[in-house]
Nanobody, 124 residues
Framework: QVQLVDSGGGWLQAGGSLRLSCAVS????????MGWFRQAPGKEREFVAA????????YAADSVKGRFSISRDNAKNTVYLQMNSLKPEDTAVYHC?????????????????WGQGTQVTVSS
């Protein structure tokens, strides 16, 4: 059984930084495309960033480009989301996700596995 465990969320003031982690168990992620999504109260789930199996290809949403960075450590079966210059509009529950396909995609329906989410709250 594949499990994704998100961690690293918290409360902080605007301008601060956080690093989220997603630990995967039950299968190796070395052949899996990984992504991060977020969902704010009353809003639909939104794509944040994705990374291919080797880490050589990444894609981020325009709203976080230049501030957020996705990375992975296949030896540790873990994916990270480094978030800098956080803004109040970044407040959301952040979920990591994995898909068996190789293409980077922003569509949540294309992902096969999901973490439970970690809350990030940014105050102004």
């Amino acid at each position: 059984q594949v499990q994704l465990v998100d961690s690293g969320g918290g409360w902080l003031q605007a301008g601060g930084s956080l690093r989220l982690s997603c630990a995967v168990s039950g299968r190796t992620i070395s052949s899996t495309t990984m992504g991060w999504f977020r969902q704010a109260p009353g809003k639909e789930r939104e794509f944040v960033a994705a990374i291919n199996w080797s880490g050589s290809s990444k894609y981020a949403a325009d709203s976080v480009k230049g501030r957020f960075s996705i990375s992975r450590d296949n030896a540790k079966n873990t994916v990270y989301l480094q978030m800098n210059s956080l803004k109040p509009e970044d407040t959301a529950v952040y979920h990591c996700a994995g898909r068996l396909g190789s293409a980077l995609t922003t569509m949540s329906s294309a992902y096969d596995y999901w973490g439970q989410g970690t809350q990030v709250t940014v105050s102004s």
